[in-house]
């Protein structure tokens, strides 16, 4: 890990106030992040956080450049919602991670309701990629090429990609990124692909179909759409990330982090374990070194998508819905200090993990498979191990 020489007057400087961005760097990684979307930055209080370049150094469109809004109709592009986001990163001297060129979901139903041949989704693809890629070229540090391909089980997803061209829709999107944007990053992205599993297993064929199709992807991107108590262990996680590195990924990142709470409102023995849980994936991230950054999906509880997907759930991110700073915020600056300032860091949780129910109630019966819920696929109940 790569230690700057300042680091240990910036901590002297600013002691417990450092902030995450600032120490992320310090530890020798590339940027502590955060999802915005266009109708937050009409909020003062909101970018006064996320502007703050110490906090936040790199930014990810939470809507603006997907399928839906960058061509709406055959033909017709639009970029006004992505490139408000691009021209706010640019402006504030923030990384861009860009999001995302081919997903079945926000996908118009000019795409996903034709009735197309190989030859015409591979074109459409390719056109859409070359314009929404091209538009943006030289500003994106990474793509997320392919979002979102595989099921739980690892098999593929059904989708119009899928159903018409097979697995070949995403060797021909790798192409297409990298003739459109030469210098931009390519990733493959996806959720519950953080922890070993079938669905970590079929990422890594998928690493390996592009390169034998003779594409080229540089780094899995890793969504962390985790629940509270049920964040892998740190040593998972670093397994999954360096199986990935292993298949020929040169880095690896979490593109989307939350930890959000089953039920709400979240107890102060909850928020603790919350807290355990960011500070788990951060060391995480510090322990492997192809992982370069950590960015979350949003940064407060005000804008989080959770609620809208599954309600009563929630309370997810670092910061509270009025912007006071969590357990959480203080756990994942705490990992990070330790390790700009050259310590392992705790290696045992901050705080004693307990897990309660707001009600106090027995937990109940579950059904679903542990990592079967998350990404907004309609699961509302508890899971299984
Ligand atoms: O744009 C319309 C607006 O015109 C309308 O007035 C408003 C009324 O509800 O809806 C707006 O669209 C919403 C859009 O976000 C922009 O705010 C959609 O309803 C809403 O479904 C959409 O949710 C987004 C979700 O992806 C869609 O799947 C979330 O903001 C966004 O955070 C979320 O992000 C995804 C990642 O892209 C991929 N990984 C999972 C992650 C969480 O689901």
Same mark, same amino acid.
């Given at each position: 890990?790569?230690?700057?020489?300042?680091?240990?007057?910036?901590?002297?400087?600013?002691?417990?106030?450092?902030?995450?961005?600032?120490?992320?760097?310090?530890?020798?990684?590339?940027?502590?992040?955060?999802?915005?979307?266009?109708?937050?930055?009409?909020?003062?209080?909101?970018?006064?956080?996320?502007?703050?370049?110490?906090?936040?150094?790199?930014?990810?469109?939470?809507?603006?450049?997907?399928?839906?809004?960058?061509?709406?109709?055959?033909?017709?592009?639009?970029?006004?919602?992505?490139?408000?986001?691009?021209?706010?990163?640019?402006?504030?001297?923030?990384?861009?991670?860009?999001?995302?060129?081919?997903?079945?979901?926000?996908?118009?139903?000019?795409?996903?309701?034709?009735?197309?041949?190989?030859?015409?989704?591979?074109?459409?693809?390719?056109?859409?990629?070359?314009?929404?890629?091209?538009?943006?070229?030289?500003?994106?540090?990474?793509?997320?090429?392919?979002?979102?391909?595989?099921?739980?089980?690892?098999?593929?997803?059904?989708?119009?990609?899928?159903?018409?061209?097979?697995?070949?829709?995403?060797?021909?999107?790798?192409?297409?990124?990298?003739?459109?944007?030469?210098?931009?990053?390519?990733?493959?992205?996806?959720?519950?692909? /953080? &922890?070993?599993?079938? *669905?970590? !297993?079929? $990422?890594?064929?998928?690493?390996?179909?592009?390169?034998? #199709?003779? %594409?080229?992807?540089?780094?899995?991107?890793?969504?962390?759409?985790?629940?509270?108590?049920?964040?892998?262990?740190?040593?998972?996680?670093?397994?999954?990330?360096?199986?990935?590195?292993?298949?020929?990924?040169?880095?690896?990142?979490?593109?989307?982090?939350?930890?959000?709470?089953?039920?709400?409102?979240?107890?102060?023995?909850?928020?603790?374990?919350?807290?355990?849980?960011?500070?788990?994936?951060?060391?995480?991230?510090?322990?492997?070194?192809?992982?370069?950054?950590?960015?979350?999906?949003?940064?407060?509880?005000?804008?989080?998508?959770?609620?809208?997907?599954?309600?009563?759930?929630?309370?997810?991110?670092?910061?509270? /819905? &009025?912007?006071?700073? *969590?357990? !959480?915020? $203080?756990?994942?600056?705490?990992?990070?200090?330790?390790? #700009?300032? %050259?310590?392992?860091?705790?290696?045992?949780?901050?705080?004693?993990?307990?897990?309660?129910?707001?009600?106090?109630?027995?937990?109940?019966?579950?059904?679903?498979?542990?990592?079967?819920?998350?990404?907004?696929?309609?699961?509302?109940?508890?899971?299984?191990?």
């Amino acid at each position: 890990m790569r230690l700057l020489a300042p680091v240990a007057a910036l901590l002297a400087v600013h002691g417990a106030s450092a902030q995450l961005h600032q120490l992320a760097v310090a530890a020798g990684k590339m940027y502590f992040g955060s999802a915005t979307d266009n109708g937050e930055l009409n909020d003062a209080a909101y970018v006064r956080i996320l502007t703050d370049p110490n906090e936040f150094g790199q930014t990810t469109p939470g809507n603006g450049q997907k399928w839906q809004y960058t061509q709406p109709s055959r033909g017709s592009f639009s970029y006004s919602s992505g490139d408000q986001i691009a021209n706010f990163a640019k402006t504030n001297n923030m990384i861009l991670r860009c999001h995302t060129l081919v997903w079945h979901s926000q996908l118009p139903s000019w795409v996903s309701s034709g009735s197309w041949t190989k030859e015409q989704l591979t074109s459409i693809i390719e056109t859409h990629i070359a314009n929404v890629a091209g538009h943006y070229r030289g500003q994106c540090y990474a793509w997320d090429v392919v979002n979102e391909a595989l099921n739980e089980d690892g098999t593929f997803r059904t989708s119009v990609f899928y159903t018409v061209l097979g697995e070949s829709f995403i060797p021909i999107a790798f192409k297409a990124a990298a003739a459109a944007d030469p210098d931009a990053k390519l990733y493959y992205n996806d959720y519950n692909i /953080e &922890n070993t599993g079938a *669905k970590q !297993a079929a $990422t890594l064929r998928i690493i390996g179909s592009i390169k034998q #199709a003779g %594409g080229r992807i540089d780094g899995v991107g890793m969504q962390a759409h985790l629940i509270v108590g049920s964040t892998p262990s740190q040593r998972n996680l670093e397994a999954a990330m360096n199986s990935y590195v292993a298949a020929g990924a040169s880095e690896v990142t979490y593109t989307e982090l939350d930890i959000r709470f089953s039920s709400l409102p979240p107890t102060a023995a909850g928020l603790r374990t919350q807290a355990d849980d960011y500070a788990t994936v951060t060391r995480a991230c510090l322990a492997v070194d192809a992982c370069i950054g950590i960015t979350i999906w949003d940064f407060t509880d005000k804008y989080s998508w959770i609620p809208n997907t599954f309600p009563g759930q929630g309370a997810a991110l670092l910061y509270d /819905e &009025n912007f006071s700073k *969590k357990p !959480a915020w $203080t756990a994942v600056s705490t990992v990070l200090a330790a390790a #700009a300032t %050259g310590g392992p860091g705790p290696s045992t949780t901050l705080t004693t993990v307990t897990t309660t129910t707001t009600t106090g109630a027995p937990a109940p019966t579950c059904t679903a498979a542990k990592w079967g819920q998350c990404g907004g696929d309609g699961w509302t109940g508890c899971t299984i191990a």
